[in-house]
């Protein structure tokens, strides 16, 4: 069983494959954190379950261990909940209550406050085979009065002490997203967090620690990462006595609301997860979790062309026929109609908010267009951003009041545009009312949502409307139950999260949408490292990665079309060129990749990726895919730059069978036979010439 409780000693250990996790109740009735790492045995234990302090000043530095703390007393470290009572106290004092297993794998104890009816249920569910628990909290007022909470996160992990940590995280801006960075802790507090209404561009709820001397392959690593995407924080603390625990959840910032009498708050879950071979067996181990428990589903990724950059706003029903049938023509399976549909949508500075198809741009409606798609052998997809509004726009002069705004205040405009309250009930609504009315009229099967612009004056009309309430959570709240909906009534359709770009992409967003744009920088190199540092945390089965043009509109970089094809094809792979300008020869081309992008597009999206070399610590950079049933591999390998007398690199490939013998392929065709201890031990020649150079090579296991 995952999960065992020793009565004698009150200690309870939550077991996966490799891993035990270990706390106990302490004579404070506080549960402590023991241990968390490679399995031990858990009834030895006990002796690390005992209270301990440095002086008056430090009294309970046990407390820093905590599973789950309140603010109060002489704890001073990030408290995971902070309430302010009735009668005005805001101390919280929570002892062990009880406990209760649920189907072999789910942990849930009850914390109760020493004198007021506020009940804390901590919630462990373990997921042995990827060594992941999930955890959460539900917070009920038994009280007969309301409860002001100011903070309320979901979990706190402490790690195990060791010599020194490192904290690994991405970072980034608009088309810079997933920029690794891996820093010493030092003592105090590290802040993550987004407080932009959505889960960010600067900052992904993602977090791994080390000691500083793990790598891709080797080294025990510890992981989490939170399902939520509005306001979000995640605190790293390292106290002064060399303990180190990340608290995070629901951002409080701007986020207290009350809870009613006889109300119950659940949280978010916060994921945590133990590797002992490294960064890469933990994103492998993030990557499992994610297709098998998180993602609404596993469907074949298509190859999709969107009209954007070839059109951007002049839509019309003739261009987009004649860019359908040349995307037809190279392989494409599905076709994407984007911003300019709609309304007076001819810009950025009109229409947004006005759903209804434009008349002069499809005079017969999308059935025409879309007929069109279909007989063409593709499906039909289409942009929206539901959650926005143009102040030039007929939505917006019939209800200014549906937008986030202060009556004494100028509503800050980004983008030219607004953000509707979607916590409003007639704003949520609005949304779905329409999002059906779309979905039931025509057949698409394809849905890229959009959000462009980040939540600014968050009040809504009247003031007192949302008193007392999150206006930060409930739009999320919304948002979710919005996307619940759509998937319940339209479960042929499929849904891409998009937020100008990678903004809108966590474990929570992930249970609704099929796939991810994760950063409107398309330029293939840059998307190398942007790519990168998705993988650490988030799986190439949902990442969709488009081949565009060159040079590139946002760096002016030249790159063949070999290059931008290999790049693109480590994840979803889409088209967003302007292939109206393509000459045969680039079409062709183009058809050739597309062919073998869907003869190797289930290794890709539905295996395990290893992170063989990084431009980050040099001239190259390579990734390899390995098929869940290990009978194929495929392997992209860069080149940057070439350099006069430069010794030629090999790649050492991983997840082979050493015993066995592999057909190692060239896009050309020709092949070589090798021994998999050789190509795992002494690896094949990066074979690559000139600046930005690439190739693909695959494997396949042979017969015995």
Known sequence: MPITYLEASKIFEIRTNRSSYIFGINEKGNPQSLHWGEPVAASETADLLKGW?????????????????????????????????????????????????????????????????????LRYKAIPEYDVIERSVCIRNEEASAVVVEQALAAAWSMPAMPAYRLTHVSGRWAGEFQLRSDPLTEGKKVLESRRGFTGASANPWFAIDSGKADESSGSVWFGALAWSGNWKMVVEKSSFGRARVSGGINDFDGAFTLAPGAAYRSPVFVGGFASVGFGDMSRKLHRYQNECVLPGSRIRKVLYNSWEATEFAVSVQGQKELAKRAAAIGVERFVVDDGWFGGRNSDRAGLGDWQVNPEKFPNGLQELIDEVKDLGMEFGIWVEPESVNPDSELYRKHPD?????????????????????????????????????????????????????????????????????????????????????????????????????????????????????????????RLSIQEGFTFVYSPSVMMCWVTESPHGLNGRRLPLSFRFHSAMMGGLGIGANISCWTEEEAAEASRYIALYKQIRSTVTEGSLYRLASFADGNTAAYQYVSRDGQEAVVFAFQQAQYFGYQETRLKLQGLVPGRSYEVLSENGSGVVRHGSNLMQIGIPLGLSGDYASSMVRLKLLEE
């Not at 302090?53 to 990030?78: L, V």
């Not at 998937?487 to 903004?503: D, L």
Request: aromatic fraction near 12%; hydrophobic fraction near 40%; include cysteine.
């Open 53 to 121: 302090g440095h002086s008056s000043f430090d009294a309970s530095i046990e407390r820093d261990m905590e599973e789950y703390g309140g603010w109060g007393g002489s704890h001073y470290s990030e408290p995971c909940l902070k309430v302010r009572f009735a009668d005005g106290v805001r101390d919280v004092k929570l002892v062990y209550e009880s406990y209760a297993i649920i189907h072999d794998n789910e942990l849930v104890i009850v914390l109760a406050d020493m004198h007021y009816a506020l009940k804390v249920e």
């Open 402 to 526: 549906w937008a986030y705004q202060f009556p004494t205040r100028e509503g800050t405009l980004l983008r030219n545009q607004l953000l509707l309250n979607l916590g409003k009930p007639e704003v949520k609504a609005f949304v779905l009312g329409f999002m059906k009315e779309l979905l039931g009229t025509y057949d698409i099967s394809f849905i890229k949502w959009d959000m462009n612009r980040t939540v600014t004056e968050p009040g809504a009309l009247p003031l007192h409307e949302q008193l007392g309430e999150s206006v930060w959570n409930r739009h999320v709240e919304n948002l979710y139950e919005i996307w619940v909906e759509l998937r319940r009534s339209f479960p042929h359709v499929e849904f891409e999260t998009c937020a100008g770009g990678g903004a809108r992409i966590d474990l929570g967003i992930l249970r609704y949408a099929d796939q991810a744009w994760i950063s409107d920088n398309t330029d293939a190199r840059d």
